[in-house]
């Protein structure tokens, strides 16, 4: 289900019919690992080309790969022997082109990078670079067409490409602000982002399955700072494992519109979402996302009220696997941190007061997602629920981050 933010809460890509402009910017890991999906990342660049023919918008497209540097300069990046041009440690400059963008050049290699790159995979950081690089409007390689500056009109929205975790190992400036998901999204939003979306890998290592996607040797909480930076811009999200990504470019490349399918306002508590005008709704409007309030309107047809601020956090926390009995020990953390939310609530008109309340909510959430995992491993609560609780507690995490901020503003 795709997740609507406010556009006043969260920087919501926002459209006006036949006046959007969106630049795309593909963040892809070019390590060994990912030799095992270079069909697949070949068919989600066919299907990119299908959705965008039909797609009614002016788009443009760049890729940075995972193992760009601040340090790297334009025109001395490596070219893999699998590639078809420079796919390491060089930004490919956006274009409006889709077989360049598919198959790659002499220049830049664009989606056919190889698998050469060098490690960690980091996500955060090259796209931080590339952003840096990108308001500059220089040190992107030099493409026939290419366009290094962004468009001050255009969207920005990135997308994350890999079958591992995000391995950045120091968070973004100014210097010591923390290296947690949240922070990165924060930092994105501040820097013009205006949608997060991946195709990544939805299953966390195990030790009887240490390679879930084809990387090994990366820690289960890596993989979540991916669906933590997702969740947290609303995004789409789909797995690197499928032998084709249809659907899931089809939700990318629809979601930053929101024009003639999806018209969105925004309240001071609610977002409400729209969906395409017809005489009569299915059974039932429910999306399956605890943080609407879903009904039926005659001659509109569902819509979903978004919750915000405080209820787009407390909403996560009221139902986990199904209902079934988690540990005490769990929900005690739980139970903590909807408690400092409500003080923090009840302090909102003095924020230096309301926000060091959710600073301590997030830490318990936190505690809680790390005794899950531990519990996963030692046989005491199934890998499913546990993986579901850690998801579920990142992206509360992230939104009581996005919340503080909006507070301190």
């Known amino acids: 289900m795709l997740l609507l933010i406010s556009a006043t809460a969260l920087g919501a890509v926002d459209c006006t019919v036949n006046n959007c402009k969106v630049d795309f910017a593909f963040v892809i890991d070019n390590s060994n690992s990912m030799g095992a999906h270079e069909a697949a990342l070949a068919a989600a660049a066919d299907e990119m080309a299908n959705q965008l023919s039909s797609a009614g918008i002016d788009w443009r497209l760049a890729v940075v790969y995972t193992d760009l540097r601040s340090s790297d300069v334009a025109g001395a990046g490596r070219t893999c022997s699998d590639g078809s041009g420079p796919g390491s440690h060089v930004l490919c400059p956006f274009t409006r082109d889709i077989a360049l963008f598919r198959d790659g050049s002499a220049q830049c290699a664009y989606a056919h990078p190889g698998t050469c790159g060098s490690n960690p995979e980091r996500g955060f950081d090259p796209l931080r670079f590339a952003l840096e690089r990108f308001k500059a409007g220089s040190k992107c390689e030099a493409v026939t067409g290419g366009e290094c500056a962004l468009r001050p009109d255009a969207n920005l929205v990135a997308v994350f490409v890999t079958d591992t975790g995000e391995q950045t190992a120091e968070g973004p400036p100014p210097p010591g602000t923390d290296n947690t998901a949240a922070a990165w999204a924060s930092y994105f939003m501040a820097q013009g982002v205006d949608a997060i979306h991946g195709i990544d890998c939805p299953t966390d290592p195990t030790p009887d399955n240490p390679a879930p996607c084809g990387d090994s040797g990366v820690p289960a909480a890596d993989y979540q700072r991916y669906r933590?930076?997702?969740?947290?811009?609303?995004?789409?999200?789909?797995?690197?494992?499928?032998?084709?990504?249809?659907?899931?470019?089809?939700r990318i490349i629809s979601a930053p519109q929101n024009t003639a399918t999806t018209t969105t306002t925004t309240t001071a508590t609610t977002t409400t979402t729209t969906m395409p005008s017809i005489a009569?709704?299915?059974?039932?409007?429910?999306?399956?996302?605890?943080?609407?309030?879903?009904?039926?309107?005659?001659?509109?047809?569902?819509?979903?009220?978004?919750?915000?601020?405080?209820?787009?956090?407390?909403?996560?926390?009221?139902?986990?696997?199904?209902?079934?009995?988690?540990?005490?020990?769990?929900?005690?953390?739980?139970?903590?941190?909807?408690?400092?939310?409500?003080?923090?609530?009840?302090?909102?008109?003095?924020?230096?007061?309301?926000?060091?309340?959710?600073?301590?909510?997030?830490?318990?959430?936190?505690r809680g997602a790390r005794l899950a995992a531990r519990l996963a491993k030692r046989g005491k609560l199934p890998a499913d629920c546990s993986a579901e609780l850690r998801r579920v507690l990142g992206t509360a995490r992230s939104r009581i981050h996005a919340l503080s901020v909006q507070l301190r503003v």
């Open 228 to 250: 933590d930076a997702i969740e947290a811009f609303g995004g789409v999200e789909g797995s690197i494992t499928d032998s084709q990504f249809s659907e899931t470019v089809r």
């Open 280 to 366: 009569s709704c299915p059974r039932a409007c429910d999306d399956g996302d605890p943080c609407t309030a879903d009904t039926c309107v005659e001659e509109v047809g569902c819509v979903h009220e978004q919750a915000t601020g405080f209820g787009a956090i407390t909403c996560l926390l009221d139902q986990f696997c199904g209902n079934r009995p988690l540990p005490n020990v769990v929900m005690r953390r739980i139970k903590k941190a909807k408690n400092l939310i409500a003080r923090a609530q009840l302090a909102v008109g003095d924020p230096p007061k309301a926000v060091p309340f959710l600073g301590r909510a997030s830490r318990r959430l936190d």
